[in-house]
């Protein structure tokens, strides 16, 4: 199966971290920018952070800027989304998404990525 695989979501309080996952289950990371989204029940799916091929990274301003790291280990095709200071309202199912040729102006655009995992859920207790 040709997708991404998350991992890592789980329940914790406001001010822990957490480090979520991403698997190139049958996709080569390198070849492909890789991008991070949430979704809350009733919500539309929002752009948290991606990181193109040569490690350009991009943030959502509004919440992932400054708490938000987005890295990758093409040794090991993976993606990873480390979350700082987390918040309540950080509570979302987080997905990885992936491409082999998004460009910038369409990385916050759920419809331009070719490639989605099944999501891991974040719960940040107060």
């Known amino acids: 199966q040709v997708q991404p695989v998350e991992s890592g979501g789980g329940l914790v309080q406001a001010g822990d971290s957490l480090r979520l996952s991403c698997a190139g289950s049958g996709l080569t990371f390198s070849h492909y920018a890789v991008g991070w989204f949430r979704q809350v029940p009733g919500k539309t799916r929002e752009f948290v952070a991606a990181?193109?091929?040569?490690?350009?990274?991009?943030y959502d301003l509004d919440f992932a800027k400054g708490r938000f790291t987005i890295s990758r280990d093409n040794a090991n095709n993976m993606v990873y989304l480390q979350m700082n200071s987390l918040k309540p309202e950080d509570t979302a199912v987080y997905f990885c998404?992936?491409?082999?040729?998004?460009?910038?102006?369409?990385?916050?655009?759920?419809?331009?990525?070719?490639?989605w995992g099944q999501g891991t859920q974040v719960t940040v207790s107060s």
């Open positions: 998404a992936a491409d082999r040729s998004i460009i910038t102006s369409s990385l916050r655009l759920v419809n331009q990525w070719d490639y």
């Open positions: 990181i193109n091929w040569s490690n350009g990274t991009a």
